[in-house]
């Protein structure tokens, strides 16, 4: 079907909720997209930080395969491999001990809301306020909503559920001051990534932590965005060296497939009790079978260090752009969750500019580029894609 046709078709029978830019993309090979005219681009979103480990990599597309034709789906009523391998491998490789399986990163942090509750009441206490930052994203969901720390994103779906209060980041005596009887959480992102890629000091969140100790109230960080190797560690939290409680997982760990993991600690992660929690598809052999490869493929690639790496390189070739007198205000952003906020209003226009230049980006509001290549990504390709934003900033 032609653009045209699609676009028709999105018009009549989608629902209004999204802005698409003109592209039909048709197929996906490591950090390329290829859309129905055969135009080659070059993928610095990954499908908004999903695929990590590159688009249809071929051992994820073999698990996913081979799990299909096997057994996709008997609900959690019964017992399968790949969901309790994957909870196992995920607690080898964080300060988890236990998980429980859901379908996106939004469910996976309703999870996440449902077990600080359960955890205060577990102590006999009533407390339930949720405490979270300015400028966070936490869902689309009515409690993530409300979780969120866009109130212009609320306006529209007043009232929301009770129990969550906005701090701004990074300013440890405003959030001590909101800490009260009443919080059972603190739930914040290493780095929020919807809200424009805004970093959360090292030395707050280790004030954090000490805070969630005194107060025996759960730190909670949404890692559905920085997670699975994007910030240049495997978890953002290992990267800023502060273990939280509660951790919750999605873009990237199911390269695509619809996955969100709650991820706890031993006094959190036994807080829920059989017929508390649940899902029908959480944790289905096929999703689970994807994440593992994709896990497997982060490891055999070592595309943790690639991130790393790699993102170091970019900021460098940012900063010297800034130098050359590209409109750039600041530099934003760990390994591969990179940011740009520019000192004009020309982000959306730049974005167009690249994707027809077969380099896809995407940008937030009207000032904020935001990259979030795949973590294969080569420094050849980031010397090419690169060089044609600076040619669109200089
Ligand atoms: C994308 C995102 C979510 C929501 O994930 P969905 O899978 O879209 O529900 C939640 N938290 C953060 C930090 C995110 O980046």
């Known amino acids: 079907m032609k653009l045209s046709e699609l676009k028709e078709l999105d018009d009549t029978y989608h629902m209004p909720t999204y802005a698409r830019l003109p592209v039909t993309f048709v197929k996906g090979r490591g950090t390329r997209l290829w859309d129905d005219n055969g135009k080659e681009y070059l993928d610095l979103l990954s499908g908004i930080g999903v695929v990590n480990v590159g688009h249809c990599h071929p051992e994820v597309t073999a698990a996913i395969q081979g799990q299909a034709e096997s057994l996709m789906h008997v609900s959690n009523l019964f017992y399968t491999q790949p969901q309790l391998?994957?909870?196992?491998?995920?607690?080898?490789?964080?300060?988890?001990?236990?998980?429980?399986f859901a379908n996106s990163g939004a469910e996976a942090n309703e999870g996440a809301i449902k077990l600080a509750r359960r955890y205060a009441k577990l102590k006999d206490s009533d407390a339930y306020e949720i405490i979270t930052a300015l400028r966070s994203f936490h869902g689309r969901t009515m409690k993530t909503l409300a979780a969120t720390g866009q109130l212009d994103k609320h306006k529209p779906f007043e009232p929301l559920p009770p129990g969550f209060k906005h701090v701004p980041l990074n300013d440890i005596d405003i959030l001590m001051g909101a800490v009260t009887e009443n919080t059972c959480a603190i739930m914040l992102e290493v780095i929020?990534?919807?809200?424009?890629?805004?970093?959360?000091?090292?030395?707050?969140?280790?004030?954090?932590?000490?805070?969630?100790?005194?107060?025996?109230?759960?730190?909670?960080?949404?890692?559905?965005?920085?997670?699975?190797?994007?910030?240049?560690?495997?978890f953002a939290y290992q990267g800023v060296g502060v273990e939280p409680d509660v951790m919750t997982l999605a873009k990237g760990i199911g390269s695509g497939m619809p996955?969100?993991?709650?991820?706890?600690?031993?006094?959190?992660?036994?807080?829920?009790?059989?017929g508390e929690h649940g899902s029908t598809f959480g944790g289905g052999p096929v999703v689970c079978a994807a994440a593992l490869a994709t896990i497997k493929v982060i490891e055999d690639e070592s595309l943790v260090e690639n991130s790393r790496e790699t993102g170091a390189y970019v900021k460098i070739k940012l900063e010297a752009m800034k130098a050359k007198g590209a409109p750039i205000k600041e530099i934003r952003g760990?390994?591969?969750?990179?940011?740009?906020?520019?000192?004009g209003e020309s982000a959306k226009e730049l974005v167009v500019a690249l994707l027809d230049k077969g380099i896809v980006a995407n940008n937030i509001g009207s000032n904020i580029i935001r990259f979030l290549p795949p973590l294969c990504i080569t420094r050849d390709e980031i010397d090419y894609a690169f060089g044609v934003v600076e040619s669109l900033m200089v």
């Open 259 to 274: 996955i969100g993991v709650l991820v706890a600690n031993a006094k959190a992660g036994s807080s829920f009790k059989p």
């Open 192 to 234: 929020q990534g919807e809200g424009g890629v805004y970093e959360c000091d090292a030395d707050y969140l280790k004030q954090v932590r000490q805070l969630c100790d005194e107060r025996d109230i759960l730190l909670i960080f949404d890692e559905v965005q920085t997670g699975m190797g994007r910030t240049g560690a495997m």
């Open 85 to 100: 391998e994957l909870a196992k491998k995920i607690t080898e490789i964080s300060f988890g001990e236990r998980c429980f």
């Open 334 to 343: 760990a390994g591969l969750m990179l940011a740009i906020e520019l000192d």
